[in-house]
């Protein structure tokens, strides 16, 4: 039995998902829980233990990114189908990054889709227990699914691992490493198992990654042994190999391999070596903010500036979070990604030829994003796509220096990069595609938008800020450009923050 979630805040579409599965007559399809937003749909999720979550990539609370990867977190096993519309279709693309099994349109999705999703799904989950029997898989890997169904229920899991031979009175840390190759990697791990004399060596396979939970009376014996294995799996070349602290007590257990599966996530920056969680504490901690305003920054000025300018900025910012902390690994990566996406939206939003889904995997390296985003500028300074002239360059600029003036004016900007008001009105209109007042609403608008869900200013602080000298009119006008209230999108944002 596959127990669904759906979660979406237009009620036509909960309605009619579930009506579409209901009429399937599917009796391995139980729809858990519905939910109108993605903090009911949080809830749900775990308290229903779902297998399935069906969401709306655009949710009220929290979002369906936001939604996925808080609960991958608490349902690992869980499979994701995001629903979407063709706006949001570089959401879509972050959503599989990030682990969506599906994404369907909504303005083209029928009944049947949804149906041949879930179907699909539930065969590949077939294949994933086939063999499996009294909690091991056809290979011999210890599976602990059922752990992840009791995951608050203690003396489940202390009678699990003592089952298996863990206790509670020795030391144990977990090493974990990607799969790849199955029946080579086999070998190695029996091949090392067969040569260790700790006292338990336990291979576990989860979403196609191996934990070896090791254990032994004495703590040097278990980094020893991680350190051992490293050397054995590095000379095959097979990629990164991370451990855990060593850590008493078998309840904590779970927690060990959770912190594993995120060391994992450095594969995403490093092709191979041997990590540690202590290693990685011991980086310096990224400054979210400042790498935030850097990229936002990069991409608002992507065009005013000289290419070579340009790929220096983009260089050094990715060398500024390519080793991340622990704890900045999974954010790192996340910002990598929408940076990316940002530069893919440039190249489509400016040249008409590259309309189309974008290039971007999910299988790509920390590199890949790197080379994509130089590749996108590259193509974005050629000679077939636009190009601004000196005076609007310079202009713009100019605005991105000057916008928090609350009488900065086209006259101004106009004397400065010596124009007439006149001409350069009918430049700004021709070259930018709107006129300068527009675009300077605009400017102001995302940056205080920025402030809102970045800083802690009063609303008032941030209209004068972004050179509003009026708090209402600016709540007014930032009402009608975004669609909702300075307010509701620092509350959104509020409630982002507390589930991650």
């Given at each position: 039995?596959?127990?669904?979630?759906?979660?979406?805040?237009?009620t036509?579409?909960?309605?009619?998902?579930?009506y579409?599965?209901?009429?399937s007559?599917?009796?391995?399809f139980?729809?858990?829980?519905?939910?109108?937003?993605g903090?009911?749909a949080?809830?749900?999720?775990?308290?229903?233990?779902?297998?399935?979550?069906?969401?709306?990539?655009?949710?009220?609370?929290?979002?369906?990114?936001s939604?996925?990867?808080a609960?991958?977190?608490e349902?690992p096993?869980?499979?994701?189908?995001?629903?979407?519309?063709?706006?949001?279709?570089?959401?879509a693309?972050?959503?599989?990054?990030?682990?969506?099994r599906?994404?369907?349109?909504?303005?083209?999705?029928?009944g049947?889709?949804?149906?041949?999703?879930?179907e699909?799904?539930?065969?590949?989950?077939?294949?994933?227990?086939?063999?499996?029997?009294?909690?091991?898989y056809?290979?011999?890997y210890?599976?602990?699914?059922?752990?992840?169904q009791?995951?608050?229920?203690?003396?489940?899991?202390?009678?699990?691992?003592?089952?298996?031979h863990?206790?509670?009175?020795?030391?144990?840390?977990v090493?974990?490493v990607?799969?790849?190759?199955?029946?080579?990697?086999?070998?190695?791990i029996?091949?090392?198992?067969?040569?260790?004399?700790?006292?338990?060596?336990?291979?576990i396979?989860?979403?196609?990654?191996?934990?070896?939970?090791?254990?032994?009376?004495?703590?040097?014996?278990?980094?020893?042994?991680?350190?051992?294995?490293?050397?054995?799996w590095?000379?095959?070349?097979?990629?990164i190999?991370v451990?855990?602290?060593?850590?008493?007590?078998?309840?904590?257990?779970?927690?060990?391999?959770?912190?594993a599966?995120?060391?994992?996530?450095?594969?995403?920056?490093?092709?191979s070596?041997?990590?540690t969680?202590?290693?990685?504490?011991?980086?310096?901690?990224?400054?979210?903010?400042?790498?935030?305003?850097?990229?936002?920054?990069?991409?608002n000025?992507?065009?005013?500036?000289?290419?070579?300018?340009?790929?220096?900025?983009?260089g050094r910012?990715?060398?500024?979070?390519?080793?991340?902390?622990?704890k900045?690994?999974?954010w790192?990566?996340?910002?990598?990604?929408?940076?990316s996406?940002?530069?893919?939206?440039?190249l489509?939003?400016?040249?008409p030829?590259?309309?189309g889904e974008?290039?971007?995997?999910?299988?790509?390296a920390?590199?890949?994003?790197?080379?994509?985003c130089?590749?996108?500028?590259?193509?974005?300074?050629?000679?077939?796509?636009?190009?601004y002239?000196?005076?609007?360059?310079?202009?713009?600029?100019?605005i991105?220096?000057?916008?928090?003036?609350?009488?900065?004016?086209?006259?101004?900007?106009?004397?400065?990069v010596?124009?007439?008001?006149?001409y350069?009105?009918?430049?700004?209109?021709?070259?930018?595609?709107?006129?300068?007042?527009?675009?300077?609403m605009?400017?102001?608008?995302?940056?205080?938008?920025?402030?809102l869900?970045?800083?802690d200013?009063k609303?008032?602080?941030?209209a004068?800020a972004?050179?509003?000298?009026?708090a209402?009119?600016?709540?007014k006008v930032?009402?009608?450009?975004t669609?909702v209230?300075?307010?509701?999108t620092?509350?959104?944002?509020?409630?982002?923050i507390?589930k991650?």
């Amino acid at each position: 039995m596959m127990k669904i979630l759906i979660a979406d805040d237009e009620t036509p579409i909960r309605e009619w998902i579930q009506y579409s599965i209901e009429r399937s007559a599917n009796p391995e399809f139980e729809i858990a829980a519905i939910a109108e937003n993605g903090v009911e749909a949080y809830k749900a999720a775990v308290d229903n233990h779902v297998d399935i979550v069906i969401t709306d990539i655009k949710m009220p609370g929290m979002d369906g990114l936001s939604l996925i990867k808080a609960l991958r977190k608490e349902l690992p096993y869980a499979a994701f189908i995001i629903l979407t519309n063709y706006a949001e279709f570089s959401y879509a693309q972050e959503a599989v990054a990030y682990g969506a099994r599906k994404y369907l349109l909504k303005s083209e999705m029928r009944g049947r889709d949804i149906i041949d999703a879930l179907e699909e799904i539930e065969n590949q989950n077939r294949e994933l227990m086939a063999g499996h029997e009294d909690n091991y898989y056809s290979t011999g890997y210890l599976d602990v699914f059922a752990c992840f169904q009791h995951r608050d229920d203690q003396e489940f899991i202390r009678d699990f691992w003592i089952r298996h031979h863990l206790k509670d009175n020795e030391y144990y840390l977990v090493t974990a490493v990607c799969s790849r190759d199955s029946l080579e990697e086999k070998k190695i791990i029996d091949h090392f198992i067969e040569n260790q004399k700790i006292h338990i060596l336990r291979p576990i396979l989860q979403r196609d990654n191996i934990y070896l939970v090791m254990q032994s009376e004495h703590e040097y014996e278990l980094t020893r042994a991680a350190k051992h294995f490293w050397q054995e799996w590095n000379e095959q070349g097979r990629g990164i190999v991370v451990s855990t602290s060593p850590m008493r007590e078998s309840g904590r257990i779970m927690d060990a391999l959770e912190k594993a599966e995120v060391l994992l996530g450095y594969g995403f920056f490093c092709e191979s070596g041997y990590y540690t969680e202590n290693d990685m504490n011991q980086r310096p901690a990224a400054d979210r903010g400042v790498l935030k305003k850097e990229y936002s920054k990069i991409l608002n000025e992507l065009l005013y500036e000289d290419m070579d300018t340009v790929a220096g900025k983009i260089g050094r910012w990715f060398d500024m979070i390519c080793s991340p902390t622990l704890k900045d690994v999974e954010w790192a990566r996340e910002i990598c990604i929408r940076f990316s996406l940002g530069m893919e939206e440039l190249l489509q939003e400016h040249s008409p030829e590259c309309k189309g889904e974008g290039e971007i995997s999910k299988e790509w390296a920390f590199r890949d994003y790197e080379n994509y985003c130089m590749e996108q500028l590259r193509i974005l300074y050629s000679e077939k796509q636009i190009q601004y002239s000196p005076s609007i360059r310079e202009a713009v600029a100019y605005i991105h220096r000057n916008y928090g003036k609350q009488d900065l004016s086209l006259r101004e900007v106009a004397a400065a990069v010596y124009r007439s008001s006149e001409y350069l009105s009918r430049l700004f209109k021709a070259e930018i595609g709107e006129k300068f007042g527009t675009y300077l609403m605009k400017y102001r608008l995302e940056k205080a938008k920025d402030l809102l869900i970045h800083t802690d200013m009063k609303i008032y602080e941030i209209a004068d800020a972004v050179g509003y000298t009026a708090a209402s009119y600016f709540s007014k006008v930032y009402r009608d450009y975004t669609g909702v209230s300075p307010e509701i999108t620092r509350q959104q944002n509020s409630v982002r923050i507390s589930k991650k």
